[in-house]
């Protein structure tokens, strides 16, 4: 089964069993961006020194990209050469939904609804096919931990990883020092083209930027 680079990291970041959500802030970032690199990685979307461009609005096929990049269209016609720092802001919370959504209609999560106190209503996504949340971990540990060369879009996905910060998300039994500049030397690398590498860069960039902002505010 091919799932996106927001699903990885969701899967990443859902508890298996009790379904809740692990880094929730950091991990949000990083869903809305990762939909952002497939639709860059895809052609449908540039990064020009920060701003962003709708440059193929033809559907991709995966109906979570093709929902995003619709309003992504819509929300640049209205404005060219928005920040992928207020695109990411904006869209964080909708993209995060919209990649569970997919994940339980795929049948690798499932919905369980409930109260906090008996008063505030909570949703929790527990596994329900772990098949493909165990080949993607066995795919980041040969390339992150025994050195295995990455394809593109694990590539893509390490630097996500790397950029908000998720390391412990993604290697729970390793420590950080051990696979950061692994994660770092990954991200930095020649593994795609200029443009790609130019939007990841940029949304690097921009989840630095937002996560810093949204804990300057809560505290």
């Not at 193929?56 to 640049?76: C, F, H, Q, S, Y």
């Not at 949703?123 to 980041?140: F, K, M």
């Not at 039994?173 to 991200?187: F, H, Q, S, Y």
Request: proline share 3%; charged share 30%.
């Amino acid at each position: 089964m091919t799932v996106t680079l927001a699903e990885d990291i969701a899967l990443l970041s859902l508890d298996d069993e009790s379904g809740a959500a692990k880094e929730r802030q950091s991990a949000g970032w990083a869903v809305a961006g990762g939909i952002l690199l497939e639709l860059a990685m895809a052609g449908r979307v540039t990064v020009h020194d920060g701003r962003l461009e709708v440059s193929d609005t033809t559907p991709t096929g995966t109906a979570l990209l093709d929902g995003r990049l619709e309003r992504l269209e819509e929300w640049t016609r209205r404005k060219s050469r928005r920040k992928v720092a207020d695109w990411l802001t904006k869209d964080q919370s909708k993209a995060v939904a919209a990649t569970v959504e997919s994940l339980c209609a795929r049948g690798l999560v499932t919905e369980e609804r409930g109260k906090v106190l008996g008063l505030f209503p909570v949703r929790r996504y527990p596994e329900a096919d772990g098949s493909v949340e165990r080949e993607l971990r066995a795919r980041l540990t040969a390339v992150v931990v025994h050195g295995m060369e990455p394809d593109d879009r694990t590539s893509g996905l390490v630097s996500l990883l790397h950029a908000a910060k998720l390391h412990r998300l993604a290697f729970p039994d390793v420590p950080r020092k051990l696979v950061a500049p692994r994660m770092a030397k990954i991200a930095d690398g020649q593994w795609a083209g200029d443009g790609v590498r130019e939007a990841i860069r940029n949304m690097q960039a921009a989840m630095v930027a937002v996560t810093v902002a949204t804990t300057v505010t809560v505290l």
